[in-house]
C-alpha cells in the first residue's frame, strides 16, 4: 500500500526531482557522445586513440594501489561511457575489466552508426545497484570518472563500489570539483563533489551535504585531493577497504 506519508515527504519531491532531470539529461549525454565519437574526440584526440586501444596499460595511479603479485586483476569502470579510458594490460598481463554505464544500450547505437568496435564493451549497469549485478567483494579495483556526481545518489553509488571491492581493494574516483554549480544544475549535474579544509571528502546537493570521509570512517581509509592536470582541476579520491 502507498504511504501518504513518504508521498508528500520533502525528499521523495527532492528524488523525483533529481529523477526528471536524469531523465531530461540522457539526451544531452547522447549528443555529446555522438559529436565525441563522430569528431574522433573532439578536443581529446589523442584520449579517443587510447580509448580504442586493445593494449592501453593501466595508468600509473591505478596500477600502483594493485598488488604486483596478482595474477589477472579484476577491475570495474564505473559510468564508463561507450569507450572506457581504463587501461586493459598491467605487468604483461590482460586486466579483467569490466565497463558499466546506464546508456550502454544507447552508446551500442551510437558506435554502430560510428563503425566503432570497442576493445572492451560497455554493458548496461548502474552505480547506485551494483550489488545486483555483482558478487561482494569480487574486484581489485573499482574506478569512476566524471560520472558519478551525474547520477541519482552518488552516496549510495560509492557504499556499492566500496562493497563490490575485495578488503584491502580500492576504490578511485576522479570528478571535476563543484560541477553542479559549474553546470548550473543542469540536466544529470545535481551533485557537486568537493573537499573540505580539513581534507575531507564532501558530497552536496541543493538541499544536503554528506562527509563521506566520516561517514565511511568504520569500513575504509579515504584520502582526497585536488590535481591540476593541464589546466583542468580534477577532485581525485581514493578509498581503501579494510
Ligand atoms: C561525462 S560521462 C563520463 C564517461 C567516462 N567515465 C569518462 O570519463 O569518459 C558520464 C557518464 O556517467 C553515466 N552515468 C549517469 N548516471 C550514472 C549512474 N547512476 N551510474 C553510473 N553511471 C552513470 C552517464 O551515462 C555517462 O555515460
Known sequence: MINPLKFF????????????RWQQGRSSELRFWDRYLSSKGLRWPQEFQQRLDPNLPLSPELAGL?????????????GAGPLTVVGRRFRGMTV??????????????LLARHQIVPPVRTIRGVGETLDRQFPPNSFDLAHARNCLDHGLDPVAAVEQMLAVVKP???VVLRHHPDEAIAEN?????????????EGDFIISS?????????????CAEISCDIHNDDGELWLEVRIRKI
Open 66 to 78: 594493485l598488488d604486483p603479485a596478482s595474477s589477472r586483476p579484476k577491475v570495474l569502470d564505473v
Open 206 to 218: 541543493r538541499s544536503e551535504a554528506v562527509n563521506v570521509t566520516r561517514k565511511l570512517r568504520q
Open 96 to 109: 579483467d575489466l569490466a565497463a558499466i554505464d546506464p546508456l550502454a544500450a544507447e552508446y551500442d547505437i
Open 9 to 20: 515527504s520533502p525528499s521523495w519531491w527532492r528524488q523525483l526531482a533529481i529523477r526528471l
Open 168 to 170: 584491502g581493494g580500492w
Open 185 to 197: 544544475w543542469r540536466g544529470m549535474h545535481q551533485w557537486n563533489f568537493s573537499r573540505s579544509p
